[in-house]
């Protein structure tokens, strides 16, 4: 078996630059706004020039994309975990939804969200990076396990894609649009009843008896 090579220094001063530029980026763009960040306010706040920025990211629009995929990878990683065949059906929705409301429910997750509705009207494209990083790998990820599930005899036929929508909009219906829309509120947070709930309701409709 081959032994990988450890990263030289220059490797990891690169990544661990990398890093800081991310780290600053976001937190000014859930501070200023998509609108009033810009590629210059973020040298400037890392100490350096605006060329050695575009070294790593051509554009504003790549760096939040960038911002939006660090963000997510260890989610992506958690969602895989939970969909295993441990405990049935029920079980994986469980674990996939506490992983999934535990992460948008945290408060750098309701702030990003709070600015892409901001100001995705004004920047389409910033609106589609999000979708297409966010919510669009979840459903596939979420699309692929219903369908195996159907597969499997253990949800009834149907469209799986339509399932996975139907599942994620359930365990947003309750403590997730409180904490969205009220911030003023102190924070209402049952992440285990809505989970149960969804999943109830959710196998009312897809479980391999309904009709």
Known sequence: MELST???RREVRKADRRR????VAERSFLE????????????????????????????????FAAVLDSKIESFRTALDE????TGGTTGALSRFGHVFLNKILSPSSIALHRLIVAEA??????????????????????C??????MAAGRLRQGEPITAARQFVALLQAGCYLDRLWRPARAPNTDIDGDVASA????????GPTAK
């Open 144 to 149: 692929r396990y219903m369908e195996e599930e």
């Open 121 to 142: 009207e004004r920047f389409p494209a910033m609106g589609e990076t999000f979708a297409a990083r966010g919510p669009d790998r979840v459903r596939s990820r979420l």
């Open 82 to 85: 939970a969909l295993i065949p």
């Open 20 to 23: 800081t530029i991310l780290e």
């Open 6 to 8: 450890p990263p030289g």
């Open 32 to 63: 200023r706004g998509f609108a009033d960040t810009s590629m210059s306010t973020i040298a400037a706040e890392l100490g350096g020039s605006k060329t050695t920025l575009w070294s790593y990211f051509p554009s504003k629009d790549d760096l």
């Open 199 to 206: 999943i109830e309701t959710f196998m009312r409709a897809w």
